[in-house]
């Protein structure tokens, strides 16, 4: 769990070598997290997966869309080539 500002951020972490996987209840836990026990508007919370491989940290938000319509994939996996699509030097 971390906060920047207004946004609350809920993180299942991994470490591994090449890659990490992610399994659909880790992820629906997240949001599940972040529906019941933070007071604010989704806008401002955010579900993220990442993983600690060798040297390098990538991170994946995945999309509440996904989740409300019950869209969420049965694993998420992070590859140790991957870039992500997570950075906190948005404008959160």
């Known amino acids: 769990m971390a906060r920047k500002n207004e946004h609350s951020f809920a993180f299942e972490i991994k470490n591994a070598t090449y890659y990490a996987y ?3 209840q880790q992820i629906d836990k997240l949001f599940r ?5 933070i007071p604010t508007d989704k806008e401002y919370k955010h579900a993220v ?4 491989l060798g040297k390098k940290w990538t991170f994946k938000e995945i999309n509440w869309v996904d989740w409300e ?10 590859l140790k080539r991957d870039r992500g699509n997570f950075s906190l ?4």
């Open 22 to 24: 992610f399994p659909k």
């Open 33 to 37: 997290f972040l529906n019941e026990l």
């Open 49 to 52: 997966v990442g993983a600690h």
């Open 69 to 78: 319509k019950d869209k969420l994939p049965d694993k998420v996996r992070i």
């Open 89 to 92: 030097e948005k404008t959160y």
